[in-house]
């Protein structure tokens, strides 16, 4: 049986909640298959996390990851193609940590590109409604850290895909002023991710370059 592994992140910086964990639980809660499904919510901790994915990936060998977080102030989903080997933290993480400067994986290469259909991702969640766009750029913090990890991880097996998909504030939890989506299209937006990674072989061309 095919198997997916699908992980959000906790609350982090203040925050209450964070829609990424949120939505993980929601699409576990609603999946009906056929493939197995096997979610976890990860600490916002460089090592912790790392450490989380690494075990799971060993335990339940995914043939897809879809790792998921908060990228506050986007306005939409957004579908990262690449992974920097660089962590860069302008904050410190949930277990204080905050390094600067180091690499992701040492003696790694400098990037991932991700091995989900992006394109088709980001065309199938709009095409929902939902906006979503590819994004060029996971940051430098747990985040990336988190999809360099799985691309890491999984890169010697051809048949696996992986990849990370930011999701913005939830508007029943966003703070003031800040851009968001509905918490169930945040779901709606994963569970056609999902679909989309599984079903889709090759993925699309169109133009998604950006500037910025």
Known sequence: MTTVLL???????????????????RVAQEWDGPEHLVT????????????SLLQLIATHDPDVVVTTGLAGGRTG???????????DARIPDNAGDQPV??????????????TLPVKA?????????IPATVSHSAGTFVCNH???TALDATAPADH????FIHVPYATEDAPSG????PLVDIVRALRIALRTALDTDVDASYAAGTIA
């Open 7 to 25: 992980t959000g992140f906790e609350p982090f910086a203040g925050d209450a909640t964070n829609p990424s964990g949120d939505a993980v639980r």
């Open 40 to 51: 976890a919510v990860l600490p916002v901790e460089f090592d912790g996390a790392r450490r």
């Open 77 to 87: 989903v957004t579908i990262e193609r690449i992974a920097v080997n660089l962590l």
């Open 101 to 114: 400067d180091v690499p992701s994986s040492p003696g790694g290469p400098a990037a991932h590109f991700a």
């Open 121 to 129: 991702i980001a065309a199938a969640i709009t095409d929902a409604g």
């Open 146 to 148: 988190v999809m360099f």
């Open 160 to 163: 696996r895909r992986a990849g």
């Open 178 to 181: 800040q851009p968001s989506l």
